[in-house]
């Protein structure tokens, strides 16, 4: 069973930066999808970043594209999500998923097909 552990959330004025962290533990890590996702109050959860982790690439929602970045570090088994020009609206939970198959072109940003989920780090952004 794969173990997920995020880190870095706290609170940051609006047009600052944040580095998300999630190190993954567990036997035979091998996801196909590394995935970035948040829920804020009263919201429903929404995917926000994806990565391959074999082949990097990459996939962001709108509203965090130019801004997040998603990278990894296979050898340490962790994935980033580097938060640059901060927007009150970020402000959320956010979770880190990891899902072991590739099952349809843009599976990344259904959250059901993620099989281990983080349990959440808060970023605050406020104006």
């Known amino acids: 069973q794969v173990q997920l552990v995020e880190s870095g959330g706290g609170l940051v004025q609006a047009g600052g930066s944040l580095r998300l962290s999630c190190a993954a533990s567990g036997r035979a890590f091998s996801p196909y999808t590394m995935g970035w996702f948040r829920q804020a109050p009263g919201k429903e959860r929404e995917f926000v970043a994806a990565?391959?982790?074999?082949?990097?690439?990459?996939y962001y929602a709108d509203s965090v594209k130019g801004r997040f970045t998603i990278s990894r570090d296979n050898a340490k088994n962790t994935v980033y999500l580097q938060m640059n020009s901060l927007k009150p609206e970020d402000t959320a939970v956010y979770y880190c998923?990891?899902?072991?198959?590739?099952?349809?072109?843009?599976?990344?940003?259904?959250?059901?097909?993620?099989?281990?989920w983080g349990q959440g780090t808060q970023v605050t952004v406020s104006s």
């Open positions: 998923a990891a899902r072991s198959l590739f099952r349809y072109m843009g599976d990344y940003v259904d959250g059901q097909g993620y099989d281990s």
């Open positions: 990565i391959i982790w074999t082949g990097g690439s990459t």
